[in-house]
């Protein structure tokens, strides 16, 4: 079973369009996460929730918003959708944080988003 | 200055060949320091965590310089199969508010 799954793989999208990727981990973490992967391959972290709690959001414009039903889920809505926002997102989990320290990552395959 | 910053490389070595590759960080508080990979159009996998006296697994050792605020990695007798994105990645703070932050990545690529 894949530890961290998240769909569609691809997504090919007019600019202006509303989308969602989901994601959802069966490795009981508490913590979750989005991360953007641009063209320079550059990964940024966009969200992160601890048990679905919002703990993270680095200045991600507000036409992003994440959704988190259950620990298990955290998914990515985005409205408006523009040519910049063309990248690879990435969803990931990891178990529970400790103060000032942080525990690795496990990744989903990511979602190829193109933005026509 | 980048918080976490990497050469991009590409490094392009035979195989067998013995390669490192440094990163460094601009917080001093940091605690947390890992090495992940990347292969091409794939999800980046942890490969190492960087422990303050240095760490070795199997062919890859890594280390951390506390003093000049960076951390190594050092790839003995490179395979094919090494040929990958290697990313740099620091938890810069200590409050618990910040993600992990991902270097731009090193490129390797082994050569027959």
């Known amino acids: 079973d894949t530890a961290v799954s998240q769909t569609p793989k691809y997504l090919v999208t007019q600019m202006g369009n509303d989308k969602s990727i989901k994601c959802e981990q069966n490795?009981?973490?508490?913590?979750m996460y989005w991360y953007k992967q641009d063209s320079k391959k550059f990964l940024k972290i966009m969200f992160s929730?601890?048990?679905?709690?919002?703990?993270i959001n680095e200045t991600v414009p507000n036409r992003f918003s994440p959704k988190s039903p259950d620990k298990a889920h955290l998914n990515l809505h985005i409205n408006s959708l523009e040519l910049g926002d063309s990248a690879v997102y990435f969803c990931?989990?990891?178990?529970?944080?400790?103060?000032?320290?942080?525990?690795?990552?496990?990744f989903g395959s990511g979602t190829q988003l193109s933005v026509l | 200055r980048k918080e976490v910053e990497q050469d991009p490389g590409p490094f392009n070595v035979p195989e067998g060949a013995t390669v490192a590759f440094n990163c460094t960080y601009s917080?001093?508080?940091?605690?947390?320091f890992f090495w992940y990979r990347q292969d091409c159009r794939k999800e980046p996998k942890l490969l190492m965590s960087?422990?303050?006296s240095g760490n070795e697994d199997g062919r890859f050792t890594a280390q951390l310089n506390r003093a000049s605020q960076y951390i190594s990695l050092l790839i003995r007798d490179s395979k094919l199969s090494d040929s990958a994105t290697y990313l740099c990645?620091?938890?810069?703070?200590?409050?618990?508010?910040?993600?992990?932050?991902f270097g731009s990545g090193t490129r390797l690529q082994v050569q027959p």
């Open positions: 990931a989990s990891s178990p529970r944080r400790s103060r000032g320290r942080s525990e690795k990552l496990f």
């Open positions: 490795l009981g973490h508490d913590t």
């Open positions: 929730y601890n048990n679905k709690e919002l703990i």
């Open positions: 917080n001093s508080a940091s605690q947390s």
């Open positions: 960087v422990y303050s």
């Open positions: 990645v620091v938890n810069l703070d200590s409050t618990g508010r910040r993600a992990l932050t």
